[in-house]
């Protein structure tokens, strides 16, 4: 209801997207998307994408990631990081699946690194978007999709909204980002795919467009990036 359709459990690293394909398997309504999170790079081992590539047999594995870069905390080595990232990058081309990217703090490798594969086949969001307006115009001419989540919803988030204003509709993603990121009224609680319906309204409020059409706008959108 309310424009919700699908749910994508991702994975963060091998334990966890062994988990989120069982959890596709045990429920019709789960997708799900398997990857090694940039935070638990440093655990990449030798073995490592073999299992993904394994793990990602599975019809209902709709994506590689979250995957990319993350240079806030640096809490994993960056360099291991962009090796990570761009292994599963080739990874996800091979199996002809997208990939959902987690770009922090690391705007100028997640670019560098999605151009070099852009031409290659490679597809996919830049989860919960925060660059600039100008490299998010550039992402959607290389064929992506951009990711808007509770952050919208936020009192003081005006690039958010300028940044979503100025993305095509068909290339909009409305996510949860669950447990983070709960758009107004329950920012600071755990999210859920119960709050998309709040995000959805803020983004309908910041284009000025119909709810009904817009969530079935992003729904198709959904659709055809994953191949639901």
């Known amino acids: 209801d309310d424009g919700v359709r699908y749910i994508m459990d991702a994975g963060s690293n091998i334990e966890s997207s062994r988990f989120s ?41 709709r994506a590689i990631g979250e995957i990319g870069l993350d240079y806030h905390y640096d809490d994993s080595n960056r360099e291991i990081q962009r090796k990570v990232f761009e292994e599963q990058v ?32 490679l597809a996919g969001v830049l989860h919960c978007y925060s660059g600039s ?28 909204g300028e940044i979503l204003r100025s993305t095509p509709m068909d290339r ?8 983070y990121l709960a758009p107004s009224p329950f920012r600071g609680k755990r999210n859920d795919s119960r709050y998309l319906k709040y995000t959805a309204r803020k983004a309908c409020e910041i284009l000025n467009v119909d ?15 994953f191949g639901i």
Do not use: Q
């Open 21 to 61: 394909a069982e959890l596709a398997r045990r429920y019709e309504f789960i997708y799900s998307a398997v990857g090694i999170h940039p935070e638990n790079a440093d655990g990449f081992a030798g073995n490592s994408l073999a299992e993904i590539r394994d793990i990602a047999k599975f019809k209902k594995v």
């Open 90 to 121: 080739k990874l996800a081309i091979e199996l002809n699946l997208p990939v959902i990217v987690h770009d922090r703090d690391a705007h100028r490798d997640t670019y560098r690194i999605l151009k070099e594969y852009a031409g290659r086949g």
């Open 133 to 160: 307006n100008e490299l998010a115009a550039e992402y959607v001419r290389m064929g992506f999709y951009l990711g808007f989540g509770g952050v919208i919803t936020f009192k003081n988030a005006k690039k958010p």
């Open 172 to 179: 909009i993603l409305i996510e949860t980002d669950c447990p």
């Open 211 to 225: 709810f009904d059409s817009f969530t079935e706008t992003t729904c198709k959108n959904a659709r055809r990036l």
